[in-house]
C-alpha cells in the first residue's frame, strides 16, 4: 500500500472511530445494556473499511474509551465500563468489525451479502455479550436470565439497525473509492 493510500485509511478509520464514538451518545435506556447507535455504527465501518481497518477503527475506539475518555454510551469511560456489564457487548464490537469486515472484503458489500454478514456479526456480539454477563454479572440467573436480559429486550432494535446499516454500506460502498 502507497503511502497516499495508507494515510487515506488511516483518516478513514479514525473518522469511523469517532463516529462510533458519537453514535454511543445516542442512547435508549431499556436495561443494565442501553440501546445505542453503536452496532449501527460499527457494521457500516467494517463494510465500507474492510477487515483490517474495520478492526483497527473499532480497536481505537475501544482503546480511546479504556484510556479513560467518554466515548462508550452514557458518556463512560475507563476499564471499569471495559469490565462491567456491557463491557462483554464492546468487545463483541471487534467480532461485528471481523465478520462484517471480512465478508465485505471477500464477497462484496451488495445488500444480501452484508446484511447476513452483519446479521451474523451480531449474533455473534449478542453471545459475546450474553456469555460475559451470564459469567461475571449474573451468577445466579445464568445463560437464560442473561439471555432474557441482554438479548431479548434489543431483537427488534437490532433487525432495524441492521437493515439500515446494510442499505447504507451497501450505497455508500459504490460511491467511496
Avoid: E, H
Wanted: hydrophobic residues 55%.
Amino acid at each position: 500500500m502507497n503511502k497516499s493510500k495508507a494515510l487515506k485509511q488511516t483518516v478513514r478509520a479514525a473518522l469511523c472511530a469517532a463516529l462510533i464514538a458519537v453514535s454511543s451518545f445516542i442512547i435508549i435506556p431499556i436495561s443494565a445494556v442501553p440501546v445505542t447507535l453503536q452496532t449501527f455504527t460499527v457494521c457500516v465501518t467494517a463494510a465500507l473499511l474492510g477487515l483490517k481497518w474495520g478492526v483497527v477503527s473499532v480497536s481505537v475506539y475501544i482503546l480511546l474509551g479504556a484510556a479513560g475518555l467518554p466515548v462508550f454510551s452514557g458518556f463512560g469511560g475507563g476499564i471499569g465500563v471495559l469490565m462491567g456489564a456491557g463491557g462483554g457487548f464492546i468487545w463483541g464490537f471487534l467480532i461485528i468489525a471481523f465478520i462484517v469486515g471480512f465478508c465485505a472484503d471477500k464477497f462484496g458489500c451488495s445488500f444480501k451479502r452484508i446484511l447476513l454478514a452483519m446479521s451474523i456479526g451480531t449474533l455473534a456480539c449478542y453471545a459475546t455479550g450474553v456469555l460475559w454477563y451470564a459469567l461475571v454479572f449474573d451468577r445466579s440467573g445464568g445463560f437464560i436470565s442473561a439471555l432474557t436480559t441482554c438479548v431479548i429486550p434489543f431483537i427488534l432494535p437490532d433487525i432495524v439497525k441492521i437493515i439500515a446499516a446494510a442499505t447504507v454500506a451497501s450505497k455508500l460502498k459504490k460511491r467511496i473509492k
